[in-house]
Each structure stands twice: as C-alpha cells, then as structure tokens.
C-alpha cells in the first residue's frame, strides 16, 4: 500500500508501522532486515501523483571495529589513512541501501560509505550530516563514540528521534550538492533512529524527491520504534549476510 509522504497523516503512520513490521520480519540477518527496510520505504513511500518518494534510502549502524568482516575493516584502515584502529573504536557501517542508481542497490558498491570510523569527536564533526544527525536524536557524540555502561542504559530505551533538512539544496549538512543534491533533484533529507541495547547506533535515511514538512519528519520518531524493535532481536553472530562477490560491472558510487 503505496503512502503520501507530503502528507503522512496518523492513519498512515500507523499503517506503514504495522507493515514495516511484517516486512523486516522473517529474516535470519540484521543486514536481511536493513535490506527489506530500505526496500519497503523506497517502494511504499509516494509523493501526490504516485511516483516514488525517494531517489535514496540508506540504513546504517554502528559496530565495533573488532566485529567488521574483513573488507569492511580495510575500508576502515583506508578512510584512517595510517592510523592504527583499535578494537572497541565505533565505525558507522552501512548495512542496506536502495536507490534510483544501479550502484545505490548494494552495500559493497559504495566508494565512500561503506563504513566509516568515528575514531573521535572531532572525526564526526568533520562529517556534518553525521554529527548533526547524532545531535538531532538527543545525543552527544562521545555517548555514540564510547557509550559507557551507564550512557547505554540510559540511552538505549529512551533516545530515538528524527534528524531532518527540510530544504537539502544549499544545506551544510548534505555534502555533493552539485552531483547528488541538484542532479536527482533532492528536495528534503529524513533520517530517523536511535539507540540499541548493545549501545550502537542505528540509522535509516530518506533522500526524497518531495518536499517533506517537519510535522510529517516528526511522525517517524514512531518508525523509528519499528526499526529499533526489527534490530534489537538481531545478537553479534547474525549481523551480516554471508559473503558474495561484488557485483560486477556496476561501477561505485562516489
């Protein structure tokens, strides 16, 4: 069932909840769930004549280094040009991502975000979309960067919420204006997330081709709850899918 998302009213969100559910169900991997997710917005998500919402829908979370596959810990060493990655450090990993490019449709494509390393605060903040993102779900980078025991407890069932660029063309917070902002006409940037158990970071982000006001952002804080509760099933060995050569002949994005 195909949803407005210029207007997004309560019966839709409480619809869009309830399938959401169902489609991140049923699946044996977090990155399984992130992929249905990111797939299910990108169809479902309409604007007022019917075409697709979205030209991007990404899902992201964070994981210790220690926990990457192999080639995602090299993408790691690679963004940290020399710097020695430690095994706890937070790396803001891509899990699922959709889009209207041939090369949006699978993780390992990415140039540039497959994973990224929050080595520290000053890192994040040199990334604006991510730290803004981090400020705007009510938390402060060192909770997400080195959550302590006692940030996760009190974080984890609390801290969710919407990061929001109500008009993406000329926004410090959404970088390649010129190749992705003005080339796929992005009007506004939805993300929505928050806190797991574990004390990562998950994040689901819409790139829309329609305006969308900050009354309808507001109402995925409650998607977000959907997410969160899809994830929170997931433990450390039923992450990521298993391993399948890239696909060839598509090249990466920038």
Known sequence: ???DLTTFGLGDMLKCSLALRESAS????LEASAQRICRFLYDELRGPTGERACALVRCYKTHPYSALQPELQQFARTVLSGKTPHATMKCLTLMATTGQAANWNARQL???HQTIPLASPEMVEKAPMISQLIKEFGMDLT???E????IIRELAGKRHGVFHVENADGSPYIPAQ???VRRYGIKSVLGFGGMLATGDLFAVILFTTVHVSPSVADRFKTIALDVKAAFSRFREGSVFNQLTPYTAGIQREQ
């Open 1 to 3: 069932m195909p949803y």
């Open 26 to 29: 049923s699946v044996s991997t």
């Open 178 to 180: 010129d190749d992705f």
């Open 143 to 145: 909770s997400v960067i």
């Open 147 to 150: 959550p302590s025991p006692e």
């Open 110 to 112: 990415s140039r540039g």
